[in-house]
């Protein structure tokens, strides 16, 4: 008899039903929930030391992870200025806050805290004292060892061999370059359209151009060059406030604008013919302690360094200059009145700028609400304490905000509005620290004389060709970035102005 055995199969599995699988999720829900509690014991607790450790001074409601970078991505890049505008007002003159990757930033605008920043602790206060770190490579990329981020002996030698160029004898070198360079663009503009005309941009040529021949003997820039400064310092500031753009496309713009200058200025360097009276045909000639000429590429980051802060500084502030005073007819009938009296259809001549006292303060002025560089970052060294009671640790990163310590209610009458007549009185200056259009203490700003030398110039040669209109229907948005141009630039509409003061 044939008994048939079945064949052996695996025993089945059961499995649960709805109510195991609900049970399955939600006992997932609940550890993650367990862990959430536990980071956020943790985040807290770091940062109630945090306040502690300085003395629970205010600033925005810290956000887990994202911190600052939360509400810098709110305001949008176009209301950067206005976020730290809202701080200041509301947590007082100085405040702290956290960058995503960690980082402490106490901002102020405090004067007594910028004096001692500048000045009675200066040697507490460097630009870059970590140079492994990501963002002193990226900014180390573009200005290399130039003064922009030089500290120490390096600095120091720097100061040191450039302040003699700078000295009077050199500045009267440079007059005769602003009146021609300034003479020829306003000749280009005159026989074009002068509707719509984006006057940031021709001031942007006009230092370019000057600065090309006071510093590197050039009679013209190649034309490339002025958008890759442009642009290489716009992708900076990116790289730093999303540091998820150092993934993108974002970081490869800014190394291919910075290789481009590099390699531009560098030719220019090995090309310079011998002698000469430009910056660079003195640098040339210099030699070090040992005897040997400096090193091709420290003249070239020295002089690229030279060319950012004059190039930018100066044109920014004749377009800010030029649309605050078009912007109030009161002000432009008075600087059109000083023009026509001084300098009528006459050369202008250094006596006759130097009577044009009321644009002088209108420069002044601007500067105030407008100034050229509206921050200045610094990390501490060592542990400190500011004038009003701030507690700084060792590696926070310091900055003292120019644009709103010049709008700070307490040092300022009416200080949103544009009032030139308030540098004839200077009833408004309580405090040597509350104007610092060109920093302050041994950093200050070795080109502040070219500087209003070169805006004056070029100032009286336009006031004195032109009459200007602002153009309707634009968006004048001011970037609170390294420098601070108008975002979309600011155009006007001009008129020729005949021999008797009036225009056609």
């Not at 001549?349 to 609400?369: G, H, P, V, Y």
């Amino acid at each position: 008899v044939t008994v048939q055995v079945p064949p052996l199969t695996e025993p089945k599995t059961v499995t649960g039903g709805r109510g195991e699988k609900i049970f399955a999720c939600l006992t997932m829900l609940l550890e993650l929930a367990g862990l959430l509690v536990i980071f956020l014991v943790i985040w807290t607790y770091r940062e109630v030391r945090f306040k502690q450790e300085r003395n629970w001074l205010p600033g925005p409601l810290p956000i887990p992870l994202l911190q600052l970078t939360v509400y810098s991505l709110l305001w949008g890049i176009e209301g950067r200025r206005e976020m730290f505008e809202h701080f200041f007002k509301k947590f007082g003159d100085t405040f702290v806050a956290r960058t995503m990757n960690g980082v402490n930033i106490i901002s102020t605008r405090h004067p007594d805290n910028i004096r001692h920043i500048t000045m009675t602790n200066f040697n507490n206060y460097a630009r870059n004292p970590d140079s492994s770190s990501i963002g002193s490579r990226l900014g180390k990329k573009l200005f290399g060892d130039g003064i922009f981020l030089a500290d120490g002996e390096v600095w120091s030698l720097q100061r040191v061999v450039a302040t003699p160029l700078f000295k009077k004898m050199s500045l009267d070198d440079m007059k005769p370059v602003f009146k021609a360079k300034g003479k020829d663009i306003l000749q280009e503009i005159a026989s074009e359209n002068l509707q719509a005309v984006d006057m940031q941009q021709v001031y942007f040529k006009y230092t370019m151009d000057s600065f090309g021949a006071i510093g590197f003997g050039l009679s013209s820039i190649d034309p490339k060059a002025p958008f890759h400064f442009d642009r290489a310092q716009r992708l900076l500031l990116d790289l730093f406030v999303k540091p998820w753009s150092r993934f993108t496309n974002t970081m490869k713009d800014y190394l291919e604008s910075v290789a481009f200058l590099h390699n531009y200025f560098g030719q220019v360097i090995r090309d310079h013919p011998k002698g000469g009276s430009d910056l660079l045909a003195k640098f040339l000639v210099l030699k070090d302690n040992d005897g040997n000429p400096y090193p091709e590429k420290w003249i070239r980051d020295i002089l690229i360094n030279f060319l950012i802060a004059g190039r930018d500084t100066t044109a920014l502030l004749l377009t800010w200059t030029t649309y605050t005073i078009v912007s109030h007819p009161d002000v432009y009938a008075r600087v059109r009145e000083e023009i026509s009296r001084v300098l009528g259809d006459e050369e202008i001549t250094d006596e006759k700028i130097a009577q044009l006292s009321f644009l002088k303060c209108c420069l002044k002025e601007t500067l105030r609400l407008y100034p050229s560089v509206p921050f200045t970052a610094r990390t501490a060294l060592k542990d400190d304490v500011l004038p009003d009671g701030a507690i700084v640790k060792a590696g926070d990163r310091v900055i003292y905000h120019q644009f709103q310590v010049h709008r700070n209610p307490k040092y300022w009458s009416n200080p949103e509005s544009f009032i030139p007549s308030r540098w004839e009185s200077k009833e408004d200056l309580k405090h040597p620290f509350q104007f610092l259009p060109f920093h302050a203490g041994p950093m200050s700003c070795l080109g502040q004389h070219m500087a209003v030398m070169e805006a004056m110039t070029m100032a009286a040669l336009v006031f004195q060709k032109f009459d200007l209109e602002v153009t309707p229907g634009q968006k004048i948005i001011p970037f609170y970035g390294l420098v601070m141009p108008a975002m979309n630039g600011i155009k006007f509409d001009l008129k020729l102005r005949k021999q008797n003061g009036t225009s056609h």
